[in-house]
């Protein structure tokens, strides 16, 4: 069904009643309509990714509009950004590429909510103490009409510098930014501008998000991104990202990733298996994931698996 076997299962669920149901070797593939709960088949249908790629909004249930809308456009995928592209010049824009295109023009037009440039500035130091003062301009060109350039200003040049002419000189382009401080950048200015927005159900991701940043100063960009004020979701290698997170963070917000001896992608609580349960106890959450092979916490999650599957088929019973 799924000829680019990027999905081989969908499973959408709803109290209880299968809104959708796709997949290779389980059958027809079916949907739940919109006015009742009868099923419609998608005999014929082709499709790569979602099946709710190829339904009609009109059509089917209201709790499935509302997740392909929710996807659609409730997302913001940071997966791809590119430290490149962000420290290019760009022209205006309401919204950072999703390969990190158009920085400096975003950041311009978060110049125009008041405080909102000032609020991002100041989370970014909160972050990044030694962070320089930022500027932004805007020239003709024959490509657009006002490019934008992203530049900083750090306080210890002033001495090499005479007078505020001689400062400005000194500005050093956004293209010669470390990685970690325009990801640090991009980052928080987009979590505020949807906090901003009204956008606070809305989710981001974020993928490695230790790439590039100093150590010293993943604390406080975990810590910001902990207490951020929108959902997000983000995948780390990193034992120090675990560490700067609480005991009761940790817990809560810490999942594992695995596949199962089928192959398929699973996921659960990191603290909810028995072995990193009782370490917590003992060790920080950083040092739980350095002390406890993944392989064995795969084998204990898919026990985990199979015997509250095994429960939930006892008690249909």
Do not use: W
Request: with cysteine; aromatic share 8%; net charge negative.
């Amino acid at each position: 069904m799924y000829e680019t076997n990027l999905v081989t299962k969908e499973r959408v669920v709803s109290e209880g009643i299968d809104l959708l149901s796709a997949g290779i070797g389980n059958g027809p593939a079916f949907f739940t309509l919109r006015e009742n709960l009868t099923h419609q088949s998608m005999a014929g249908l082709s499709f790569s990714n979602s099946a709710l790629s190829v339904l009609d909004d009109k059509q089917i249930h209201p709790d499935l509009q509302s997740l392909k809308a929710y996807f659609a456009n409730g997302v913001s995928n940071f997966e791809l950004v590119s430290a490149f592209n962000l420290k290019q010049d760009s022209i205006y824009s309401k919204q950072i590429g999703s390969r990190g295109e158009n920085l400096p023009g975003f950041l311009f037009e978060l110049k125009r909510s008041p405080g909102l440039f000032d609020r991002v500035y100041t989370r970014v130091q909160e972050c990044f103490p030694s962070a320089p003062s930022l500027g932004l301009r805007h020239f003709p060109s024959e490509q657009s009409d006002l490019p934008v350039a992203l530049s900083a200003f750090e306080e210890n040049t002033r001495q090499l510098a005479k007078g505020p002419k001689g400062f400005a000189q000194l500005a050093i382009s956004s293209r010669h930014f470390s990685d970690g401080f325009i990801r640090i950048l991009a980052t928080i200015a987009q979590i505020e501008y949807m906090a901003e927005q009204g956008k606070t159900g809305h989710l981001l991701l974020l993928d490695e998000i230790e790439n590039g940043v100093h150590p010293e100063l993943l604390q406080g960009f975990v810590r910001y991104l902990a207490t951020a004020p929108i959902q997000i979701i983000a995948t780390t290698h990193s034992p120090m990202i675990l560490n700067y997170l609480t005991d009761k963070q940790a817990k809560e917000s810490v999942i594992l990733l695995y596949r199962n001896s089928e192959g398929r992608s699973r996921s659960c609580r990191y603290f909810d298996l028995p072995s990193t349960k009782k370490k917590l106890g003992i060790l920080g959450p950083g040092e739980v994931y350095v002390d406890t092979s993944i392989e064995q916490l795969a084998r204990e999650a898919e026990e985990m698996e199979r015997g509250a599957s095994a429960q939930a088929g006892a008690a249909t019973q």
